[in-house]
């Protein structure tokens, strides 16, 4: 079977691939883009380590077939941090803990990404909601969700 | 396999007539890629819905609403004027898995899986909304609970597929509600799903009801019985003690990990009692 010809965006660079139809958007990222930082930890669409958004809307990339991507605009951890500035969230997970294997981690920033650009100033319980797709199986949740609400703070200040 | 990503519903249905059995729709693939993942399926060609305009857009037709068979539950939550009309349905959509799940998970998927545990399915079903399904002989509009024939298994056609759900006018002091129980608050499957759908007359009687459940039995049941319970009261203490025992009675369930079938039957009825409740709060305010 002859692959399949995507074009699309991701982190706002024009991109293209070859990809067959039974890979993922998960799988073409990581395997054939190289862009390891979306993790795989279940592939069923549990755990929230492969989130992405598209079209500014979160997804589990597992669960979205690369054909998809086609036109389509894609946002990956990899375009957070701009350069060597980590976004906010970023910089607060580290400050107050949030990781220890880190393998969530990305999941876990896309998300809070995605939750925080439409409700700057979520309260715990919509946080907690929101994040109930990811999965963490080490740091425990209160400090991830503490750093989410801290970081949403000092973005309101600035 | 082959993909491909018709923008007509007619190419879909020449597609999916030409392939059969060996083509699968897909939606938003939170039930099919998971599948695809377990090699439960192996289809030859994957027939993406989503380009298709009809099956993505969410509008008022004949006083009621028509929404698109592919439309995802994010897109159902900003919806405000159906979440106003419709407030059952659209909280029985948004319980469908995470976040992450809802930015794709269709109720069109969530109907033709055909699991028993479906959430959207009891809502729509109590809502008496009707599909509108397109295959090779054209058209044909049905209820919602004539899709599910058990397990897995639906009444579709080769070449068949669901385009919309049509939701009935509202008259004034009506309301739905949807609850279900899981053993955690998120990401889980239900153990007992209720929807129920009351019309008020002006002095606050039940003049119209439906009451479905989910997940106590092959297919999202119709239980008359318990709507009955409700009619022509004010959903007092006693007819709502009426309709639990009636929604128990209807119960036709499974042992599994997650509930007995006597702890099924016993939470079918609380259920759907504290869903009537709700849903009848809901209609007295509108
Ligand atoms: C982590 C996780 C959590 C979940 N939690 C829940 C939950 O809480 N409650 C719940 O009910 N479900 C849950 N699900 C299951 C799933 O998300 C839902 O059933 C969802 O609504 C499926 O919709 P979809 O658009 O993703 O369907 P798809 O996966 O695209 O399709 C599902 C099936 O229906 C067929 N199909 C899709 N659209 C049509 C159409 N228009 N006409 C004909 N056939 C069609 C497909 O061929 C396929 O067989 C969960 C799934 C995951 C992965
Ligand atoms: S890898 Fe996608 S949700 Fe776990
Ligand atoms: S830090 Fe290890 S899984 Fe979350």
């Keep these: 079977m002859s692959k399949h010809h995507v074009t699309t965006t991701i982190n706002g660079d024009p991109v293209e691939y070859l990809c067959e139809v039974e890979q993922t958007l998960l799988d073409v990222l ?62 607060k997970f580290l400050d107050h803990a949030a990781l220890q294997c880190g393998v969530c981690t990305p999941g876990f920033l896309v998300a809070a990404k995605s939750l925080l650009e439409r409700n700057p100033n979520p309260t715990e319980t919509e946080a907690r909601y929101w994040l109930a797709g990811n999965l963490c199986r080490c740091t425990g949740y209160d400090k991830i969700i503490r750093a989410v609400l801290d970081a949403a703070a000092e973005m309101r200040r600035s | 396999m082959r993909y491909e990503a018709p923008e007509t519903v007619d190419k879909a249905v020449a597609l999916l007539a030409s392939m059969g059995r060996k083509a699968r729709v897909l939606a938003g693939g939170t039930d099919l890629l998971v599948q695809l993942r377990a090699g439960v399926v192996e289809p030859e060609m994957m027939i993406d819905i989503k380009k ?68 959207s399915v009891p809502a729509l079903i109590a809502a008496g909304a009707k599909v509108t399904v397109v295959g090779p002989a054209g058209r044909r509009e049905v209820p919602v609970e004539s899709i599910a024939t058990g397990p897995g298994k639906t009444s579709l056609a080769d070449g068949e597929f669901v385009v919309s759900f049509l939701l009935p006018p509202r008259p004034a002091h009506a309301s739905d509600a949807y609850l279900r129980f899981i053993p955690r608050t998120e990401m889980d499957i239900a153990v007992v799903g209720a929807g129920v759908n009351v019309t008020l007359d002006a002095k606050g009687v039940v003049s119209a009801a439906r009451v479905s459940l989910g997940a106590v039995a092959p297919t999202a049941l119709v239980v008359e019985d318990a709507a009955k319970a409700l009619i022509g009261t004010k959903g007092e203490a006693a007819a709502l003690d009426a309709l639990a025992k009636a929604a128990s009675a209807a119960c036709r369930p499974i042992d599994d990990k997650r509930g007995t079938k006597e702890f099924r039957i016993q939470v079918a009825g609380v259920i759907a009692r504290r869903t009537a409740a709700k849903a009848l709060e809901r209609a007295r305010k509108v």
């Design chain 1, 30 to 91: 990581r395997d054939d883009l190289l862009m390891t930082g979306s993790k795989e930890g279940c592939a069923s669409g549990d755990c929230g380590a492969c989130s992405v958004t598209i079209d500014g809307r979160l997804v589990c990339s597992c669960l979205v077939l690369g054909v998809e991507a086609e036109g389509r605009r894609i946002e990956t951890i990899e375009g957070m941090a701009k350069g060597d500035a980590l976004h906010p969230l970023q910089q």
């Design chain 2, 52 to 119: 298709i305009a009809e099956l993505r857009s969410i509008a008022r037709e004949a006083g009621g609403f028509r929404i698109g068979a592919a439309v995802a539950g994010a897109e159902i939550r900003e919806h405000a004027d159906l979440r106003k009309a419709w407030p059952g349905i659209c909280e029985a959509a948004n319980l469908i898995g995470s976040t992450q799940i809802q930015g794709r998970a269709s109720m069109g998927g969530n109907l033709c899986n055909a699991s028993p545990a479906a959430d």
